[in-house]
């Protein structure tokens, strides 16, 4: 399925989204923006969609915000930057808080320049896995501005609060294994669509709702209080146990059926 300047191909449960924008480095201009959005919404309709690979067409992810494209028309900066109440998320943060709010697991898989915007696109994934001879920065704070496209949410989860600092306010240009000590990224690989693409191989092969409701608790609540956490795991348990995809999972993980259908007979 095409969207302008986003190319969508769903294939035996794996949804491929591709930024199709590479003669601009697949710089973030309106139209990719709202493309991004639309085949967000799409996915989270699909109930036959089982996992995301996000990856960008040409060598490279994305170059960040084409400002002069969008600068052309100032009626697209208010509409990016527009939202209803404080805490919502606006379309610019949507492209990027879209990918945490998809109840499968998404791969952002990278190469060449992820910059700006496409450093917090990225950071919207589950996992980033990149190519050894990527580069990557938040790179706002070269332009005099704040990080606004939701990454900081990502962000924060996974480096230490001097390290969100050091990288934001220095909009330094680091390399795949520099994103790596810093646990910016997932792992680093010569060939990080192949690598992605058996990740999400390895993923079919556990229960989808198993996975959305990991997801849901990780995200909800990595930092929320011991209670609200404890709280979450127990009801999603339950509604793993009472339903079928638990089953069909443990028929997947083992070369006996029988043993399997045993272990539902007892409720695992």
């Not at 991004?36 to 960008?56: D, E, H, P, T």
């Not at 494209?69 to 208010?78: C, E, L, N, R």
Request: positive net charge; glycine residues 8%; aromatic residues 6%.
């Amino acid at each position: 399925m095409q969207h302008p300047l986003v190319t969508l191909t769903i294939e035996a449960g794996i949804a491929y989204v591709e930024l199709n924008r590479p003669d601009k480095y697949n710089a973030l201009n309106y139209t990719l923006f709202t493309s991004i959005r639309r085949v967000q919404r799409k996915l989270a309709k699909n109930r036959g969609v089982r996992c995301v690979i996000l990856q960008g067409s040409g060598g490279n992810f994305c170059s960040g915000l084409d400002v002069s494209s969008v600068m052309k028309s100032p009626m697209q900066a208010v509409k990016l930057l527009f939202k209803w109440l404080p805490g919502n998320a606006n379309l610019a943060q949507q492209v990027s808080i879209g990918w945490r709010r998809l109840p499968v697991p998404v791969i952002c898989a990278i190469e060449g320049v992820c910059y700006g915007g496409g450093t917090q696109i990225a950071l919207g994934a589950d996992f980033r896995i990149v190519a050894d001879d990527c580069k990557m920065s938040i790179m706002e704070a070269k332009w005099g501005l704040v990080p606004d496209m939701a990454g900081l949410v990502g962000l924060r989860e996974l480096v230490g609060k001097d390290v969100a600092m050091l990288l934001t306010m220095t909009a330094e240009v680091i390399s795949a294994q520099q994103a790596l000590t810093y646990g910016l990224v997932t792992e680093v690989s010569e060939q990080p669509r192949v690598r992605a693409q058996a990740l999400a191989e390895k993923l079919l092969a556990t229960s989808p709702d198993a996975n959305a409701a990991i997801k849901a608790s990780i995200n909800k609540s990595w930092r929320a209080t011991e209670r609200s956490l404890l709280r979450r795991e127990s009801f999603s348990q339950i509604r793993l146990l009472l339903g079928k995809n638990r089953v069909n999972a443990a028929i997947r993980q083992t070369k006996d059926p029988k043993r399997a259908y045993q272990e539902r007979q007892r409720g695992w």
